[in-house]
């Protein structure tokens, strides 16, 4: 396993980064907030096996939690961070402080319209604002590369997909599929924070994806159907307070009312105080 080099500064990052290209290396970035999973680990390697050189930024982002949010206690262990990533071939890692992404208080922020509104965006009015402005000075300081980002955050990688095209950004964004755990939970940092009551209960969310987009693949084709089976399911656990369940088209994000194109299967609900998220894909007949 090759040692893995800690940048706490911007510019030590830029310069390795941009010799390495130099030198005709290809980089594949993996933006994390740390506290790594497997479904962290998933996207580095992948940014291993389709690049020369694989790094990742881990950095607890203040812009993208609002006041009441877990921006204090959301897990963090670097050390681990550290050998989880160089197992997966990582080499480099941009672990910067508040202050030096930030050394000013910000003017600039980057805000993607449409498909920022709802869902994610309906919840946490300033979250996709807070990603999108970090992922866009990550991307400034890891320069051309392709960039590593989960289905997990299904609105998350639709929001910097768009803004890498709509600001011309040198960065080939590459969705990556969604790690689970044994029985069917999605891998999260925040999983962490579920009691074991919630965490026996919180499979609700991948059992109700699973059915109802098997009701569609089986040929219902009815929309609003499909969203109350989703419904039903995830109010059937008790545990489980739904915030959102919709299907989309999966380009625009838009609430679909029909299966005639590619669409995804949303759903985010609260067990206690922790909020989790969740999503599949529909391969309907015809799509
Ligand atoms: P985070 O550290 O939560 O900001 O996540 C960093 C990246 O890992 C994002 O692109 C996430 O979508 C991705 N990610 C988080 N959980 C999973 C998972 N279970 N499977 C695949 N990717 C994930």
Redesign the pocket.
Known sequence: MAAIEVHETIDGFRATLDRARASGATVGF???????????V??MRAAKGANDLAVASIFV?PLQFAADEDLSTYPRDLERDLDLSAAAGVTHVLHPSVEEMYPTPILTTVTVADITRRFEGASRPEHFAGVATVVAKLFSMVGPCRA??????FQ??AV?TRMAADLSMPVEVVG?????EPDGL?????NVYLSPEQRAAAPVLHRALTEVVAAAEAGEDDVAVLRARLVDLVAGEEEAALDYAEVVDASTLEPAVDLAGPRRVLVAAHFGRTRLLDNMGISAPGV
């Open positions: 993996v933006p994390t907030m740390g506290y790594l999973h497997d479904g962290h998933s996207l982002n590593y980002f989960g289905e997990k955050d998350q990688l910097v990556c599929p969604i790690v689970r999605a891998m999260s940092s925040r």
